[in-house]
């Protein structure tokens, strides 16, 4: 007998106080490289999306991976990968 489980996590965080960072201009870039952030740790991304200040994730996690420690790489990454990027995302040229 064997047991098949599947569980999906829709994850939202959002940008401090709510200002907008996503445009037409940064949105395929960051979303992309969040799902490459997911994909590099064996977890398979079916949504990832977004508004002008928030960020919509929909995945299933690998078992050897936590919840809290995807969340944790995902902000991390795709913060640093912005302020690498700092002419795309305009409110991050103060170093924030």
């Known amino acids: 007998m ?3 489980t599947q569980i999906l996590y829709q994850v939202v965080f959002g940008s ?3 200002i907008p960072f996503l445009t037409t201009e940064n949105e395929y870039i960051l ?3 969040i799902a ?3 994909r590099k740790q064996s977890c398979h991304s079916y949504i990832v999306g977004g508004a002008s200040n ?3 994730i929909i995945t299933h996690l690998h078992p050897t991976v ?3 420690s995807i969340v944790k ?3 991390l990454s795709s913060h640093k990968m912005m302020l690498e990027n700092a002419k795309l995302f ?3 040229r103060d170093g924030r």
Do not use: E, P, R
């Open 90 to 92: 305009h409110i991050f």
């Open 66 to 68: 936590a919840l809290a």
């Open 16 to 18: 401090k106080d709510h």
């Open 31 to 33: 979303l992309g490289y």
């Open 54 to 56: 928030h960020i919509h």
């Open 73 to 75: 790489d995902i902000k």
């Open 2 to 4: 064997s047991t098949y």
């Open 36 to 38: 490459g952030v997911l």
